[in-house]
Nanobody, 121 residues
Framework: QVQLVESGGGLVQAGGSLRLSCSAS????????MGWYRKAAPGKQRELVA????????YYADSVKGRFTISRDNAKNTVYLQMNSLKPEDTYVYYC??????????????WGRGTQVTVSS
């Protein structure tokens, strides 16, 4: 099992910045990639925001390219999401994700509990 704990959400004005952090603990050795998703409301689909593989490859949703940066500190088993130039439409619950393989099967996902980001206009 892997536990993911997010921090860093909050309320910010449009144009401001926030940095989200997600620390992983437990059986982290099977993790292939870590990243961030967001969801507007219960029942809605999570949408991918950004991911980073163990090899350092990154992916960003078009809506956040140039504004958000994902990074990882492997020594601390932590992934970060630096969010700049925030817009009201970035208001979501942000979830940390860890993708892993086990016994040759997968990928599977672990999820954090989520952290609320609210951007006021």
């Amino acid at each position: 099992q892997v536990q993911l704990v997010e921090s860093g959400g909050g309320l910010v004005q449009a144009g401001g910045s926030l940095r989200l952090s997600c620390s992983a603990s437990g059986n982290i050795f099977n993790i292939n990639a870590m990243g961030w998703y967001r969801k507007a409301a219960p029942g809605k689909q999570r949408e991918l925001v950004a991911t980073m593989t163990n090899g350092g490859s990154t992916y960003y949703a078009d809506s956040v390219k140039g504004r958000f940066t994902i990074s990882r500190d492997n020594a601390k088993n932590t992934v970060y999401l630096q969010m700049n130039s925030l817009k009201p439409e970035d208001t979501y619950v942000y979830y940390c994700n860890a993708e892993y393989y086990s016994g040759g099967y997968g990928p599977y996902d672990y999820w954090g509990r989520g952290t609320q980001v609210t951007v006021s206009s």
